[in-house]
């Protein structure tokens, strides 16, 4: 009761009434990669403790990155999106609603094998954490024919544009203004933890709304980016 109290408040986007956000449970987990599948492309995004993907070893040789992945961000469509918590906690208490990685992470890897095509933003941020996810990596990306990157499109797109960030161009392109993730935490967590999307509580709706529409908007993004570019030469014309 304390912790929601001192919550920010977040008024929800007036754009989200029209999407379904979901957090996703252990029951629910392959309905949703399975919709993903079904929809042939599907919008991609993780939360994570920080922004430090550098990788090290540990001493048997396991790879890992500074920062753990928190959650994954998943869109089948412009307007469906699904959040799954695999690690949020807050001293030392884990939140009950992270589903087990050792579900998560083979369904995530039957999903990354199919031939469904998995929409990123800036995925090398991304790509780090998942190839060196601890529990079970989903690859090195490195089949070009299995993913996009709507920050490398609208770069294609105009090599001198300076702003390339998913929450420019959605409220540009999409007209969906996105919450920041400064919106989540109140000042006095910022400054004892930083902003570590881990201590958040995955089942307030604001975290959900946030995590929900990086997947639904670049995906979004997609949809607008990749006919402009995608088989296009550098003058725009069909290639």
Known sequence: MFEAINRPRIEKKPWMNDVHMELVTADT???VVDECIAAGTYGFDI??????????????????TV???????????????FYIPVRHAKDGEFSEANVPLRLVIPALQRLVASPA????????FDHEFLQHEVHGGLG??????AWEDTFVLAYMRNTRERNKGLKFLSKRELDREMIELDDLF???EIKAHGKNFARLDPTWEP???????????????YKVLGPQVVGKDANGRPV
């Open 29 to 31: 987990l392959d309905r």
């Open 47 to 64: 939360e994570t403790e920080g922004l430090d993907n550098r990788v090290f070893k540990s001493e048997d040789g396991t790879p890992y």
């Open 67 to 81: 920062h753990k992945i928190v959650g994954y961000c998943l869109a089948s469509s412009e307007t469906r999106g």
């Open 117 to 124: 095509k998995a929409i990123f933003h800036n995925g090398k």
């Open 140 to 145: 090195e990306c490195d089949n070009p024919d």
């Open 186 to 188: 109140n000042k006095d």
């Open 207 to 221: 975290v959900v709304w946030y995590a929900t529409s990086d997947a639904v908007c670049t995906l979004a993004l």
